[in-house]
């Protein structure tokens, strides 16, 4: 298994501005996720952020809204920017894990948009 | 990619057997299915996953027929802290998952 840590927890945070969330892994991974869970909904895949090469987004979800880093193997964050209060949601991290289908996840990082 | 099916809510009580059904129709020969289990405030939690027939460890039992269209999450004498989310996935590329709507299941005292 995987320990992940996500900060922050939660914030709150006013329309219009930017906030990064940070993922760090207790192991070297290869594929990290990023999920976002709208309140009283299920998660749904943002992109995979990859180490070394661009992030790979769903659809509809940009680069613009959504950067993602990937400076290392145990470590990658989300912002997201220019925030309105259809951001407010849980985001959450992931990785993969030996077994197919197999994902760990974090804590999540609650985002309340004012 | 396969596209599940579970029913919104369950209720039961402590000390019950629950049986969550998951549909997925259009299965592929090399997916896999995985049960996840989300509380209040947390992430997802891996439970138990499957390919065929039966699997069963310390948690739960996963039941898959043989045409694999389906599959059903057997929770042995539940308690109030299996209150959850449950979720049925099926794939075999951990970057091609898709959440369905999860079963949210409430036990009662």
């Known amino acids: 298994s995987a320990v992940i840590s996500q900060k922050p927890s939660r914030d709150i945070c006013q329309r219009g501005t930017s906030l990064t969330i940070q993922c760090q892994v207790d192991s070297q991974v290869t594929m990290m996720f990023w999920y976002r869970q709208q309140p009283g909904q299920s998660l749904t895949l943002i992109a995979t952020a990859n180490q070394g090469s661009e992030a790979t987004y769903e659809s509809g979800f940009v680069i613009d809204k959504f950067p993602i880093s990937r400076p290392n193997l145990t470590f990658s964050t989300l912002t997201v920017s220019n925030m309105s209060p259809e951001d407010s949601s849980i985001y959450l991290c992931?990785?993969?894990?030996?077994?197919?289908?197999?994902?760990?996840f974090g804590e999540g990082s609650r985002l309340t948009v004012l | 990619l396969a596209k599940t099916t579970q029913p919104i809510s369950m209720d039961s009580y402590e000390g019950q057997e629950v049986n969550i059904t998951c549909s997925h129709n259009?299965?592929?020969?090399?997916?896999?299915i995985t049960w996840y289990q989300q509380f209040p405030s947390q992430g997802p939690r891996f439970i138990i996953q499957?390919?065929?027939t039966k699997v069963t460890n310390e948690v739960a039992s996963l039941f898959i027929p043989a045409d694999r269209k389906s599959s059903t999450l057997s929770l042995p004498r539940v308690s109030l802290s299996d209150t959850a989310v449950y979720y049925c996935l099926v794939g075999f590329n951990t970057d091609k998952l898709i959440f369905g709507t999860g079963t949210r299941l409430q036990v009662f005292p």
């Open positions: 259009n299965i592929a020969t090399n997916d896999y």
């Open positions: 992931s990785v993969a894990g030996r077994a197919a289908g197999e994902l760990f």
């Open positions: 499957g390919y065929k």
